[in-house]
């Protein structure tokens, strides 16, 4: 899969995964925005699906802003 239809794949895919509220998808990277029920294998599943390898994943928390 070339670049500009690989990031449109993960992007729609994790798009179907429910609790993620946001995603920004680039070659190499992803930032994903959830709910808190979002969990790492949903993602790479998701991932998977769009035909795409998740070779990691890092998690920050962050407070809610007001």
């Not at 429910?18 to 790479?44: F, K, S």
């Amino acid at each position: 899969m070339t670049a500009v239809p690989a990031v449109r794949a993960v992007y729609t895919a994790f798009a179907g995964v429910p609790g993620v509220t946001r995603a920004e998808v680039t070659m190499g990277g992803a930032v994903v925005e959830h709910d808190g029920t979002v969990t790492a294998a949903m993602l790479a599943e998701a991932v998977a699906l769009a035909g795409c390898v998740l070779e990691g994943v890092r998690e920050e928390r962050r407070l809610p802003t007001l």
